[in-house]
């Protein structure tokens, strides 16, 4: 099975030159479309949007609002619990789809991160205040982005849309695993009072917006340098 398989369509190489198929561009346009328009009201607002109080307030009171759990998510994001999160999804990317991917997610990854730093450069939106809501650790960096829902975003979509392109027998249960830790990193970091669900699901989207891109461009590369 080529790593490059699409993402809705699990494909191989047809013969030794073929060009490696590229990810769904249906699919990838849905997802940036659906992003711009998150991120933007984000943007925007420049703080909770309609309905991000009741839903801090509502997860901190039947939650708590400093579980361990959370904390550990958040954790997995940032050194130097995020190489233990590196480490994890490419094992399971390897498995699913082949050692080459290893540079899709060293690619995604930095993708993210240099993402973060951009917006974070040219972005300044307050914190959930403690006035309104518990906050585990006050920090006077922006709310958008959170480096959690880029990070995340990018590492568990190139894990979520390798199962897609996998033939293994295990390919459900590694996206359901992909699933399951996008929305725990998004609700563990609510659920603190780092940021609103509308920055988180922004985030997060573009985090997975991100891992397609970076499939596109170690796709590109494969095809293109390893012809000469």
């Not at 990854?109 to 450069?121: I, P």
């Not at 027998?169 to 830790?181: E, F, I, K, Q």
Request: positive net charge; proline residues 6%; glycine residues 12%.
């Amino acid at each position: 099975m080529g790593w490059t398989g699409a993402f809705m369509n699990r494909v191989s190489q047809a013969s030794d030159g073929a060009a490696p198929a590229r990810p769904s561009l249906p699919l990838l346009a849905i997802v940036a479309s659906v992003t711009l328009v998150t991120f933007l009201m984000a943007l925007v607002a420049g703080g909770p949007l309609p309905g991000d109080l009741s839903i801090t307030l509502w997860m901190q009171a039947q939650l708590g609002n400093r579980p361990p759990w959370a904390q550990l998510v958040t954790d997995g994001a940032t050194m130097p619990g995020v190489l233990a999160t590196i480490g994890l999804v490419a094992v399971l990317v390897v498995g699913l789809i082949g050692r080459k991917a290893i540079f899709w997610v060293a690619m995604a990854f930095g993708f993210a991160r240099l993402t973060d730093w951009l917006l974070r450069a040219s972005i300044m939106i307050p914190r959930p205040s403690p006035d309104l809501v518990a906050v585990a650790s006050p920090s006077s960096s922006s709310s958008l982005p959170s480096t959690l829902g880029l990070v995340y975003g990018a590492l568990y979509g190139v894990l979520f849309f390798s199962a897609l392109m996998s033939d293994k027998g295990w390919r459900h249960a590694v996206a359901g695993l992909s699933a399951v830790m996008l929305m725990l990193g998004g609700i563990a970091r609510v659920v603190l009072g780092g940021h609103w669900a509308s920055q988180m699901v922004a985030s997060l989207l573009l985090g997975v917006l991100l891992a397609g891109g970076a499939q596109i461009v170690v796709s590109w590369m494969a095809l293109n340098l390893g012809r000469r």
